[in-house]
């Protein structure tokens, strides 16, 4: 990012990430209780003779585990919105790490909400043949408000900026 200019003003600036589902301290007591369950039904299965079924039960331990993680690596993404007088910049990180950046002129940016609101109402800003979609771990309230706010940060940047060159 560059120095900020001491005559832009910030209209909005939201740091999105997803809801985190299960802390790391939740996460080994559920790996806990499940690598023991599995443990104990282990012993059963030893005592009535059912030896194959253990490698089973370790798999089963294996996919939790493996599922876990792929979750946690979903929570590591995030979305920064900032509008300022100029321009609505977002940077956005993936899961895999990688990230990415545009920025769109605050005269011209459209921000889209398909209504009715439904799961697959997607937040999508909007310049020329241009479309970036964002926060699409968002629940539906969290993204109507913020294209509310967006929306109100939007024209108070147009208005700032425009009226004063009259």
Avoid at 49 to 78: N, T, Y
């Amino acid at each position: 990012m560059s120095a900020p200019d001491p005559e832009t003003q910030t209209y909005f600036d939201a740091l999105l990430r997803p809801n985190q589902s299960l802390s790391r301290p939740a996460f080994w007591v559920i790996m806990s209780i499940v690598a023991g369950a599995n443990l104990i039904s282990a012993f059963a299965f030893i005592s009535s003779g059912a030896f194959p079924i253990i490698g089973f039960l370790g798999l089963d331990v294996l996919v939790v585990w493996l599922a876990f993680k792929a979750c946690f690596k979903s929570q590591r993404q995030w979305t920064r919105v900032q509008i300022t007088n100029d321009v609505l910049r977002v940077d956005h990180m993936n899961p895999k790490g990688e990230e990415s950046s545009v920025e769109l002129p605050t005269a011209f940016a459209r921000i889209e909400l398909k209504t009715p609101l439904t799961p697959n109402s997607w937040v999508t800003l909007a310049h020329r043949r241009e479309a970036y979609v964002i926060g699409r771990f968002l629940t539906m309230d969290e993204r109507h408000s913020l294209v509310e706010a967006m929306r109100d940060a939007l024209q108070r940047a147009r208005r700032h900026t425009y009226s004063s060159d009259i």
